[in-house]
């Protein structure tokens, strides 16, 4: 028989191994304070991403107190390599930066509080990976955004793609869940990007620029 989805994910986060001290802390955090993380599945995945493509530069649209980038952090081998993280909260970045202290890698950060949006736009250069983990109603914007800035070959990576089910409803009519389907079509449509979306945790989006 099959399980139901949640008991999968459940399952997926009790075999994934034990993280490091700084990661542990991070998790408890989340869960104590109901503050929305990937968790260990999709953070994994993300580290995976890392180490498959080696990339140099990393822009995060929407990087709370940091459990993303540090996974994502762990995993660069490149010296010279950085992560771009954007937050609108100077709380979250301040949490964020004595978690990267305690892990020994705030020199592979830079850090910027504001509107992830606009901060991409003030970036120059382009990106080997974009993380998209922002308000998903600005989903859409997001990739539009994200795609001009990424080179040929690079990931953009979103999270929430199922948004827990709801994006199965055609009575959800909230502003969040139209702008996951907004994406969603985006990203299956669009002749730049070849898309799958995976089924982990919430679903991520992972599209590879032509």
């Not at 409803?169 to 995976?198: A, C, H, M, N, P």
Request: one cysteine or more; hydrophobic letters at 40%.
């Amino acid at each position: 028989m099959a399980l139901p989805f949640i008991d999968v994910n459940q399952y997926l986060t009790e075999v994934t191994p034990k993280r490091d001290e700084v990661l542990a802390e991070m998790e408890n955090y989340a869960h104590d304070n109901r503050f929305p993380i990937v968790g260990p599945t999709s953070g994994s995945f993300l580290h995976q991403m890392v180490l498959l493509t080696c990339p140099k530069r990393i822009f995060e649209m929407g990087s709370g107190f940091g459990y993303s980038a540090y996974w994502m952090a762990k995993a660069l081998k490149d010296p010279e390599a950085k992560i771009n993280c954007t937050d609108g909260s100077m709380e979250n970045a301040e949490r964020a930066a004595g978690y990267f202290q305690r892990g020994g890698i705030t020199d592979r950060i830079d850090y910027q509080v504001g509107n992830a949006l606009e901060i991409i736009d003030q970036t120059v250069g382009e990106f080997d990976i974009i993380y998209n983990d922002i308000d998903k109603d600005s989903y859409p914007e997001a990739f539009h955004k994200a795609l001009p800035r990424l080179r040929s070959g690079g990931l953009f990576i979103t999270d929430n793609l199922l948004w827990q089910g709801r994006v199965m409803s055609d009575t959800d009519q909230s502003q969040t869940t139209l702008g996951i389907k907004e994406l969603t079509r985006l990203l299956y449509e669009s002749k730049e990007v070849f898309t799958t979306v995976i089924p982990l945790r919430d679903g991520l989006a992972v599209a590879v620029k032509y």
